[in-house]
T-cell receptor, first 113, second 113 residues
Framework: DAGVTQSPTHLIKTRGQQVTLRCSPK?????VSWYQQALGQGPQFIFQ???????QRGNFPDRFSGHQFPNYSSELNVNALLLGDSALYLC????????????FGPGTRLTVT | GDSVTQMEGPVTLSEEAFLTINCTYT??????LFWYVQYPGEGLQLLLK?????DKGSNKGFEATYRKETTSFHLEKGSVQVSDSAVYFC????????????FGTGTRLLVSP
């Protein structure tokens, strides 16, 4: 049983560019959450998707957007990249609208130069 | 606002020593409490959880008790191993029909032989 998978593993972008990160949830899970983990910090909640809709959002600007597909996979898009967007982006999947245990993927390391 | 405070690291111990990592939280209501562990280069793994006051979560020799009166959830292990070296995150779940996680900044544990 594959767990949560994320792609790509690493990514280097330039300021002002746009990036798309992808996540496939654990089998049987229908809710996907995205977190940003800056170096030396704990993960910060970005947003959560259920039934292809954004259900709640953390304190992140509109430059951060997402999408969930009918197969429950999800994308995180970041526009107009800033140096401060450099971080590990973690995807977590769960069932029960996130009320059950959230399983995390290995993350995508984004570096903005 | 919602927040988690963890003791700063790194915590450096010799093998078989006793471990305590302090965690206190500020939240409305009665959240579920979690400890996650992050090994180098990997995503987060749920270590243990507790969902109501006085519950004790335990796993792999680690324990933590939900103390509502002190809003604390300290992590303990009686005898640490080198393989326990990792970063430990305390977190709680904010439930608004959907659950998002609020994390502390993490505590790095280094165990030497």
């Amino acid at each position: 049983d594959a767990g949560v998978t994320q792609s790509p593993t690493h990514l280097i972008k330039t300021r002002g560019q746009q990036v798309t990160l992808r996540c496939s949830p654990k089998s049987g899970h229908d809710t996907v959450s995205w977190y940003q983990q800056a170096l030396g910090q704990g993960p910060q909640f970005i947003f959560q998707y259920y039934e292809e809709e954004e259900r709640q959002r953390g304190n992140f600007p509109d430059r951060f957007s997402g999408h969930q597909f009918p197969n429950y996979s999800s994308e995180l898009n970041v526009n107009a990249l800033l140096l401060g967007d450099s971080a590990l982006y973690l995807c977590a999947s769960s069932s029960g609208q996130g009320m059950d245990e959230q399983y995390f993927g290995p993350g995508t390391r984004l570096t903005v130069t | 606002g919602d927040s988690v405070t963890q003791m700063e690291g790194p915590v450096t111990l010799s093998e078989e020593a006793f471990l305590t990592i302090n965690c206190t939280y500020t939240a409305t209501g009665y959240p579920s409490l979690f400890w996650y562990v992050q090994y180098p280069g990997e995503g987060l793994q749920l270590l243990l959880k507790a969902t109501k006051a006085d519950d004790k979560g335990s796993n792999k020799g680690f324990e933590a008790t939900y103390r509502k009166e002190t809003t604390s959830f300290h992590l303990e292990k009686g005898s640490v191993q080198v393989s326990d070296s990792a970063v430990y995150f305390c977190a709680f779940g904010v439930n608004t029909g959907f659950q998002k996680l609020v994390f502390g900044t993490g505590t790095r544990l280094l165990v030497s032989p």
